[in-house]
């Protein structure tokens, strides 16, 4: 067999058919342009990459169990574009990783350096953070030297123009305010003296923080005028001095950002003892004695811990645990006395060690049948949410999950929210998985058999339910005299426990004909003094001597529980976190607080189809706003 070459030239063409080959090869260079472009970035070496600057939060200081922005400067060194990925996560100072590896996708142009901003759990400022992009150590930043401080207020500057120095204000540059609601939960307020160039997710984060009770301070430019807004954050033109959105304060101060002394700051910007315009809150309460500096309420409250510990009774897998402990008893006498007494009395060796290892085997195998769970142990998580309603049927929703696997295998679940900042919350266990951040968040875990993994996140959701309707509110100064809300069509399930929160009091209300009113079987109690009780001590133990089947026992214990769980998410739905802030309860000061606690729709549920059984419960908050007489 021979073959024969030739050369394109030696091709019969028509001449028609050369004229379109050059156009050809042209247009099929463009086609593929695009993928040979992505074949670049995906095979762009880490090595073209680093990050120059890293920051948590907003001033730098962290606040302790919070969802915090991390900022990080990305630089691509080469002349290639560059797709990759960020893997970051907490670890101990002996370089020791803690909890599970957050990562989250980067696309950078050739040669661009810019912002990339993730929502992370922050536990304390023990603990460092390690951020990589590839296998070797100069593919690795460091952020040590945490350190805490309280939720800062911040002045918005534009990085690309030059400003006067901020003074005493710590400064911020405009396009680092998070994108997403979530992001921004640890920020107190903000101070503009001029208009930020903000839009789309940034403008809805910013309005969505502002509603929920953030502090903005408007300036005077060094024109000497007040900054003004453009359509998207025309809510700021007002001209009063101060006034409310939401639950939120906005207050214009007729000074220029170098004349800003200590003092000054001290008094009109960083005050939270503000007595004027209603807020009255922190001296009642200090006033009454419902707080001190020293109250054992603030060294005992531990949200997370405590919610995991409830979830964590709801969703471990159950055994015959008086049945094992009475087995291990047994055991315990089969060595002493019957063991001991043949191999002392009895002069056969032989007896003592058939009965000894006779026990030995027999108890095994019996541990091993007790232990074991059921064939109709499924996967289940169980799990307590706050939803702070954002309107257009939207809720900043604070999620606290527990897993339990049935049987070992990894494990995927995709989370219901959008703009998620999502953890493991753990202090010093290392977690064999990854959260890759995006919308949606998706975590994925290595389980063992019988084990269980806790989950704390934090995103936005929509809810297409309508809001409770007020259908009266009277009060005078300090108390609630009438309050009825109407619920049709609000909730698809019972309710399990409705309050109201009003100047430092917490009112109990009761479902009756299709309204929520006041429960006069229930006096008012002090808020704080509330967030210290404990319901299911006392009440857990006497069900199991009510004369009722099983399946309603365990129905009542987990609505005892979940009512028991109510107390931390009410506490949570004020910022609480490590300790009873008395300036976190400022919300209830001038509105009231609508908290309705439900079994958690399956809108709420994880999307993870190896766990068929989920349950939970949800407080849904509502902040309806009261005028200064009192009323709505």
């Given amino acids: 067999m021979t073959f024969s070459r030739f050369s394109p030239?030696?091709?019969?063409?028509?001449?028609?058919?050369?004229?379109?080959?050059?156009g050809m090869l042209l247009v099929l260079g463009f086609c593929f342009w695009g993928d040979v472009e992505i074949l670049l970035a995906?095979?762009?070496?880490?090595?073209?990459?680093?990050?120059?600057?890293?920051?948590?939060?907003?001033d730098g200081a962290i606040q302790s169990r919070q969802f915090l922005p991390l900022s990080l400067k990305v630089q691509n060194l080469s002349p290639s574009p560059w797709t990759g990925t960020l893997r970051i996560?907490?670890?101990?100072?002996?370089?020791?990783?803690?909890?599970?590896?957050?990562?989250?996708?980067?696309?950078?142009?050739?040669?661009?350096?810019?912002?990339?901003?993730?929502?992370?759990?922050?536990?304390?400022?023990?603990?460092?953070?390690?951020?990589?992009?590839g296998p070797e150590e100069a593919h690795r930043y460091v952020m040590t030297g945490l350190k805490l401080g309280p939720k800062p207020t911040v002045?918005?500057?534009?990085?690309?123009?030059?400003?006067?120095?901020?003074?005493?204000?710590?400064?911020?540059?405009?396009?680092?305010?998070?994108?997403?609601v979530a992001g921004a939960s640890g920020l107190r307020g903000i101070i503009l003296a001029h208009s930020p160039f903000w839009q789309g997710a940034r403008v809805r984060s910013f309005l969505e923080w502002l509603e929920l009770g953030g502090r903005v301070y408007i300036?005077?430019?060094?024109?000497?005028?007040?900054?003004?807004?453009?359509?998207?954050?025309?809510?700021?033109?007002?001209?009063e001095t101060r006034f409310q959105i939401g639950q939120g304060t906005v207050q214009r101060i007729p000074l220029r950002v170098n004349e800003i002394t200590l003092d000054q700051a001290r008094q009109r910007i960083f005050q939270d003892d503000d007595v004027g315009q209603g807020r009255r809150l922190p001296v009642l309460l200090r006033q009454q004695n419902y707080y001190t500096s020293g109250n054992a309420l603030n060294s005992g409250w531990d949200a997370d811990t405590d919610l995991f510990t409830h979830l964590a009774g709801l969703a471990s897998f159950q055994r015959r645990w008086w049945l094992i402990f009475l087995c291990v008893l047994l055991y315990l006498l089969a060595l002493h006395p019957w063991?001991?007494?043949?191999?002392?009395?009895?002069?056969?060796?032989?007896?003592?060690?058939?009965?000894?290892?006779?026990?030995?085997?027999?108890f095994s195998c019996l541990f091993v049948f007790l232990g074991r769970l059921g064939?109709?142990?499924?996967?289940?998580?169980?799990?307590?949410?706050?939803?702070?309603?954002?309107?257009?049927?939207?809720?900043l929703v604070t999620q606290w999950s527990y897993l339990a696997a049935a049987q070992a295998g990894s494990y995927a679940i995709e989370h219901a929210t959008t703009g998620t900042g999502c953890s493991t919350a753990q202090d010093i266990e290392t977690v064999l998985g990854h959260v890759r951040l995006g919308d949606p968040?998706?975590?994925?875990?290595?389980?063992?058999?019988?084990?269980?993994?806790?989950?704390?996140?934090?995103?936005?959701?929509?809810?297409?339910?309508?809001?409770?309707?007020?259908?009266?509110?009277?009060?005078?100064l300090d108390r609630l005299e009438r309050l009825s809300f109407s619920i049709a069509g609000c909730y698809e399930t019972d309710l399990l426990r409705v309050t109201a929160a009003y100047r430092g009091n917490l009112y109990f209300l009761k479902e009756q004909s299709g309204q929520l009113v006041l429960d006069r079987s229930k006096p008012a109690a002090p808020l704080i003094q509330e967030l210290g009780k404990n319901e299911t001590l006392f009440k857990a133990p006497l069900i199991w001597w009510m004369g009722t089947s099983t399946q309603k026992k365990k129905d009542y214990s987990e609505q005892l529980r979940y009512r028991e769980i109510g107390r931390y998410l009410i506490g949570s739905s004020f910022g609480l976190t490590t300790e009873v802030d008395l300036n976190r309860l400022k919300s209830s000061d001038d509105a009231v607080r609508l908290m309705v606690l439900v079994p958690m729709p399956r809108e709420f549920f994880s999307l993870a189809p190896e766990f068929t059984d989920q349950s939970g419960a949800v407080l849904f908050v509502y902040d309806f706003p009261v005028d200064r007489s009192g009323s709505l």
């Fill in 9 to 22: 030239t030696q091709i019969d063409a028509q001449p028609g058919q050369r004229a379109w080959r050059p």
């Fill in 42 to 58: 995906a095979d762009s070496s880490p090595d073209d990459i680093q990050v120059t600057e890293g920051t948590f939060g907003f």
């Fill in 89 to 133: 996560f907490r670890r101990t100072g002996q370089g020791q990783r803690v909890g599970a590896v957050l990562e989250t996708e980067v696309s950078l142009q050739p040669e661009e350096t810019r912002w990339v901003q993730v929502v992370v759990y922050v536990i304390d400022d023990f603990e460092e953070w390690q951020i990589e992009w």
């Fill in 155 to 180: 002045l918005i500057y534009d990085p690309d123009a030059v400003t006067p120095s901020s003074g005493v204000l710590r400064r911020m540059p405009e396009d680092l305010f998070p994108t997403t």
């Fill in 219 to 239: 300036l005077q430019n060094d024109d000497g005028q007040f900054p003004n807004f453009p359509k998207a954050l025309a809510v700021l033109n007002r001209s």
């Fill in 339 to 362: 063991c001991y007494r043949i191999g002392t009395l009895d002069r056969h060796v032989r007896r003592f060690y058939l009965a000894f290892l006779g026990s030995v085997v027999a």
């Fill in 375 to 395: 064939a109709s142990a499924q996967n289940r998580i169980r799990s307590a949410a706050v939803a702070h309603s954002l309107g257009d049927e939207r809720y």
């Fill in 441 to 476: 968040a998706r975590s994925q875990f290595q389980m063992p058999p019988a084990s269980t993994r806790q989950l704390v996140h934090k995103g936005a959701l929509r809810y297409q339910r309508p809001r409770p309707q007020l259908g009266e509110l009277v009060a005078d």
